[in-house]
Every structure is written in structure tokens, then in C-alpha cells.
């Protein structure tokens, strides 16, 4: 079974995978055997923009607009936001992390365990009140799972939150526009323009999957493979060791993302590094016997770009963040991509293409 990073550990092994990588097309050419990667044939679905769609980003701004508003002539109830101190207690002493003052907690949320939240509807504000339960089996911090503890609760206050309604006003007041109508043809826009990017990033990765398909990887630079793979294995293990400080096992981290033992881990790792490198080899080679070059002024425009956004000084800075080959890589990839998009064939369906060239294929048996 394959398998795969988990996903909050992805984003870290991505960033790992990209660094330190800088070997070129003249090393990889041997390991490269390029099919067909002109003329590739894909299809471009731009989602249409709903009523929906546009309606849940309302109600996302709406949502930034709530405002929580404290009650004091009633018992708390099911969606209150209500402030508390509480104690929590096993076999008479207060434990590591259940002792807290003036902590706000939406009843219903979930953020604490089972019969917590439920127990305080239809208390009073000033009211303590006592909880008698039981941290769940599975619980992450394992020396109170599945143990009996009692919470003794005081409720300072009680609010609700009130979101308001759509209005000029409020969209004056909040936005760059005047009216409701003007507001949601902006919306209705943006999306329109996420759609289209989002299928022109969904169509170049299609051809560029159907080149990987055509070609032929024959091998692999072993020691650029043992590279990549210590130092993702080294950043799975630093992820899980900040993971355990929140009470996880390493155990749990494995299973959770797939694995049941360390050898498992280095197959899944090793993996996912050869089909990077796979990815990689094909767009240089490709470059190279396209004459697609990156020069040192745009590696550091991207560079500035970077110190810019991360606020540092000097270009060693981002090199340490990123890796010394990020920037050429992804210069490289953005201009191999533009030149595969460029030299492939837009058709409405890739189904009629392949039964096209089945009948092609079957009149020219025909003729023989």
C-alpha cells in the first residue's frame, strides 16, 4: 500500500524536498528518457460562480462582523459565549492543565471533553457548579485518559453573539463599496477570477502529468536521493518531537500519518523524494533541449521579492530559509510550464480525442 506524509506534515517535507538540490540537466539526462511532451492534448473547465458561492463569502464578511453582547436575565444556553473559572480535580488534587481564570468558551463548540459544555446550560451567572466526568480513553494527554476528574465551574458571565445584517450602511462602513449590489459584483468577480486561475493551474499540471506519463526515469543520483531523504526524515522527526511536546506519542504521529513502523517511514519518504526528483530531472532536461535558461537578474528579483516579504536583510538570509536552487528551480518551472502550455493542443473533451484516435488507428489496420 502506498504510502504518503500526512498532511500537517506535508507543507515542512515540501519545503525540505525543494532545498539543496543542484544538480542540473547534464547529470540528469542520463537517467532520462523524454517522450512526447509537444502537442499534448488537455482539457481547461472553468467553474462557474454560484449564487452560493457568492452568498458564503457574505457570510464570511458577515462573520467578521459579529459582535458579542453580554446577558444578565437568563441561564446559560446552548451557543452562549460564557466566561469561566474552573478547577479541574482527580482524586482530590488539581492537575497540569485544567485550572484556568476568566476563559471564554462557547457552549457547543466541542473545545472541551464530553459533558463539560452540556453541563453548564441553565446555570445562573455567579452560579458554581460542579462536574463530575471522564476524560475520554484516547485522550492526548495520556495520563488523563480514560480518568475520572471533577471540574468545579463559576460563570462570570453570559454573552451572545449578534451578527449583523447585510445593509449599504455596513458595507459602506466595511468595504470598498457603497451599495449591496456593487459589494456582490465584486465578489461575483473575484471569484470568476480565482476560477480561471484555478483551472489554468489545473490544466498546466494536467500536461505536465501527461509528460511525466510519456517519458522514462531509468535511475536516480543515489546520493542526491540519500540527501533529500536524511533531511526529510530529520524534519518528519523535529515536526514529531514539537507534536510530543502537546502530549502525542511518536507511535500516534506514525500512525496518524499512515505508518506503523520506522522502515515504513523511510519507504513512504523515499517515495515521495524520487517522485519529486522525477518531476525535477524532466523539467531540466526538458529546458535544456529547449534552450529554456534562467539568468542571475531574475534568480534575484525573486530573491528581493523574498527579502521583502520576510523582512530580512541580506540575500543569505532567504538562501538559508529556502535553499541555494529555490528560486532558479522555480523560475525554470514557471518557463518550462508556459512553454508546454503554449506548444499543447486546447480540446473540449479528451475523451472524443482518444476515440478519435481509435478510429484512426482501427482504418488504418483496415487499410493494411
Not at 457570510?59 to 451557543?79: H, I, M, N, W
Not at 459589494?183 to 468577480?189: L, N, R, T, V, W
Not at 494536467?206 to 540519500?226: C, L, M
Not at 528581493?304 to 516579504?309: D, G, K, N, P, S
Request: with cysteine; proline share 1%; charged share 30%.
Amino acid at each position: 500500500m502506498r504510502k504518503r506524509i500526512g498532511a500537517f506534515l506535508l507543507a515542512g517535507a515540501m519545503l525540505l524536498s525543494v532545498t539543496g538540490c543542484g544538480s542540473k540537466a547534464s547529470s540528469y539526462s542520463k537517467y532520462v528518457e523524454l517522450g512526447e511532451y509537444k502537442g499534448i492534448k488537455y482539457t481547461k473547465t472553468v467553474a462557474e460562480v454560484t449564487d452560493d458561492d457568492v452568498q458564503a463569502e457574505i457570510d464570511s464578511f458577515l462573520s467578521g462582523q459579529t459582535e458579542t453582547k453580554e446577558v444578565t436575565d437568563r441561564a446559560v444556553e446552548d451557543g452562549d459565549v460564557v466566561n469561566i473559572d474552573f478547577v479541574g480535580t482527580m482524586n482530590g488534587e488539581a492537575f497540569e492543565g485544567g485550572t484556568a481564570e476568566g476563559y471564554d468558551l462557547t457552549i457547543g463548540s466541542g473545545s472541551f471533553i464530553e459533558g463539560f459544555e452540556e453541563g453548564l446550560i441553565g446555570h445562573e451567572i455567579g452560579e458554581e457548579v460542579s462536574l463530575d466526568l471522564v476524560f475520554p480513553e484516547d485522550y492526548s494527554q495520556t495520563d488523563l485518559a480514560g480518568k475520572d476528574v471533577t471540574f468545579a465551574v463559576t460563570i462570570n458571565t453570559i454573552s451572545v453573539k449578534v451578527t449583523p445584517e447585510l445593509t449599504d450602511a455596513l458595507v459602506k462602513d466595511n468595504t470598498d463599496y457603497d451599495t449591496i449590489d456593487a459589494y456582490k459584483k465584486s465578489i461575483k468577480d473575484d471569484l470568476q477570477v480565482t476560477n480561471e486561475s484555478n483551472a489554468e493551474s489545473q490544466a498546466q499540471a494536467d500536461i505536465f502529468n501527461q509528460v511525466v506519463t510519456n517519458s522514462k526515469v531509468t535511475g536516480f543520483d543515489e546520493d542526491e536521493v540519500k540527501k533529500l531523504v536524511d533531511a526529510e526524515y530529520e524534519g518528519f522527526k523535529q515536526t514529531a518531537t514539537a507534536y510530543e511536546s502537546y502530549g502525542y506519542t511518536y507511535e500516534q504521529i506514525l500512525a496518524s500519518n499512515g505508518y506503523e513502523n520506522e522502515e515504513q517511514l523511510k519507504e513512504g519518504i523515499t517515495e515521495y523524494i524520487k517522485n519529486y526528483l522525477t518531476q525535477k530531472m524532466i523539467l531540466y532536461v526538458i529546458a535544456d533541449k529547449e534552450g529554456i535558461k534562467v539568468d542571475q537578474k531574475e534568480v534575484d528579483a525573486k530573491v528581493q521579492e523574498a527579502m521583502t516579504a520576510m523582512g530580512v536583510e541580506t540575500q543569505e538570509e532567504v538562501y538559508d530559509y529556502y535553499g541555494e536552487d529555490y528560486f532558479e528551480l522555480s523560475i525554470l518551472s514557471e518557463k518550462v510550464m508556459d512553454f508546454l502550455k503554449e506548444n499543447a493542443v486546447l480540446v473540449d473533451s479528451l475523451e472524443e480525442t482518444t476515440e478519435e484516435a481509435t478510429e484512426e488507428a482501427t482504418e488504418e489496420t483496415t487499410e493494411k
